[in-house]
T-cell receptor
Framework: AQSVTQLDSQVPVFEEAPVELRCNYS??????LFWYVQYPNQGLQLLLK??????LVESINGFEAEFNKSQTSFHLRKPSVHISDTAEYFC???????????FGGGTRLMVKP | DTAVSQTPKYLVTQMGNDKSIKCEQN?????MYWYKQDSKKFLKIMFS???????INETVPNRFSPKSPDKAHLNLHINSLELGDSAVYFC??????????????FGPGTRLTVL
């Protein structure tokens, strides 16, 4: 079985500051890794994913995440956040043999002006 | 066009009642899921169906019964509702489960409140 730990439940940050949201996972098999974003009162949207290949993956709105196998981490970063980035961010893993997603507890990113 | 839709968006009901939440996807996907998000935002999978066949059934009380009339629909029926069932329920779908990951698309959620 796999599990996901998001170390920070809330991350307050000022606009235009950099941010890192931490995610660690445990699994006995290879996994796929994901970050989903949930804006207030909305469903989840896929932000970015790591399936294979380059360990650094990017989203269209400036976020990036790096898969670190030795540290079993997949931290999410953005060099300069906007107010509109305020949302709940979920890290998730899926076994290569199946599609079931296991989610972390979520991190609330609060961007202040 | 909405990819994954759920109805109703909000559902408020009394303990002991039976209720259903409907989910439809127009993406032509083979696999559909139900997730539960509790008050602390923790998300957990409940069920997964592939081509109308149940493939994942996590530890969920048997008061919860998924029904898939066709591969575009996966409804969730809940009998004898309890206070602890209050949560946001998300439906999702993906292309298939052939060992290659395909992105899951989520619906907007149904907020269930049991009084």
């Amino acid at each position: 079985a796999q599990s996901v730990t998001q170390l920070d439940s809330q991350v307050p940050v000022f606009e235009e500051a950099p941010v890192e949201l931490r995610c660690n996972y445990s699994s006995s098999v290879s996994v796929y890794l994901f970050w989903y974003v949930q804006y207030p009162n909305q469903g989840l949207q896929l932000l970015l994913k790591y399936l294979s290949g380059s360990t650094l993956v990017e989203s269209i709105n400036g976020f990036e995440a790096e898969f670190n196998k030795s540290q079993t981490s997949f931290h999410l970063r953005k060099p300069s956040v906007h107010i509109s980035d305020t949302a709940e961010y979920f890290c998730a893993v899926s076994r290569r043999a199946g599609n079931m997603l296991t989610f972390g507890g979520g991190t609330r990113l609060m961007v202040k002006p | 066009d909405t990819a994954v839709s759920q109805t109703p968006k909000y559902l408020v009901t009394q303990m002991g009642n039976d209720k259903s939440i409907k989910c439809e996807q127009n993406l032509g996907h083979d696999t559909m899921y139900w997730y539960k998000q509790d008050s602390k935002k923790f998300l957990k999978i409940m069920f997964s169906y592939n081509n109308k066949e149940l493939i994942i059934n996590e530890t969920v009380p048997n008061r919860f019964s998924p029904k898939s009339p066709d591969k575009a629909h996966l409804n969730l029926h809940i009998n004898s509702l309890e206070l602890g069932d209050s949560a946001v329920y998300f439906c999702a779908s993906s292309q298939d489960r052939a060992g290659v990951y395909n992105e899951q698309f989520f619906g907007p959620g149904t907020r269930l409140t049991v009084l």
